[in-house]
């Protein structure tokens, strides 16, 4: 799925939230937020299991390479292409990860990179200049203050493509159904493996809400950090920046400045001991022969964007 140009005679923004939407948006974004420092607490003394800690874990994976694969490697930069069956589960792993609906997802990342740390940017944490007390406010705006406000950027102007497919619809507009799953999969497995009341409620706060929030802040610090702190081997026209502590929680996907400097390669971490777990699982499509016409990096792509160190 290539990616398709934005339309740019169409406005920016298609409307505000209104409020009751926005008391939706707020219950999903500060509920498993509430749930993950509570979890300090009950960590410390009791309440979670290995079923808990393998249901966290595996769901974890499945709704992280549902956005990192899914979402910004395939719908939003076209890095590879798939067939039905593929695209479909992406779409619906990802909307698993409680971020907006794939629709949104996608519109907001290419508005994103269509004005990466300028006006119109999103969730740039440069939009309010460089003092320190402009960066700490620009930083809380990066990692979730932006979600909270209420304009609404146009689909029609940056996802056409996807507004145009009737299976991305169809998966879109039954985006309650899939936030349903991802909460309600976990409790109840947990009580099919434990046959308790109790196992089914530790997996529904361990495995869905505690495990929604912490892959929400994984992914806000690649906004936030990764527009920070860290290095740019790589020439691109913002601030995105590599930032390793959180190479293997994020999938591959703050090798950031890697990827800025060539959105639609499907593996962000290039350089040698980069680990890019999203470009194995593309590879491992590819090999399946699910996913073709993957972008690996070329050589000379590397070269020419490669930032030449004095000295």
Known sequence: MPTAPARPGKPLLSGR??????LVLK??????FAALIAAVPLLWGWGIGWTDLILATVFYVLATLGVTVGYHRYFTHGAFKAGRPLRIALAIAGSMAVQGSVIFWVASHRRHHAFSDREGDPHSPWLFGTSPAALLRGFWHAH????????VTNADRFAPDLVGDRDLRVVNRFFWLWITLSLGLPAALGWA???????ALTAFFWAGLVRIAFLHHV???VNSVCHLIGDRPF???????????????SMGESWHNSHHADPTCARHGVLRGQVDVSARVIW?????????DVRW???ERLAAKRVQQPG
């Open 17 to 22: 939230r209104g409020t009751a939407e926005m």
């Open 284 to 292: 491992a499509f590819e090999r399946l022969g699910w996913a073709t």
């Open 297 to 299: 990096p070329r050589a």
């Open 144 to 151: 979730m203050g932006w979600m909270f406000q209420r304009e």
């Open 219 to 221: 992914t806000w610090s």
């Open 27 to 32: 219950t999903f974004l500060l509920v498993p």
């Open 193 to 199: 493996f434990s046959g308790t009341w109790q196992g």
């Open 235 to 249: 020439a691109s026209r913002d601030r995105a920046a590599n930032f390793w502590p959180l190479a293997l929680l």
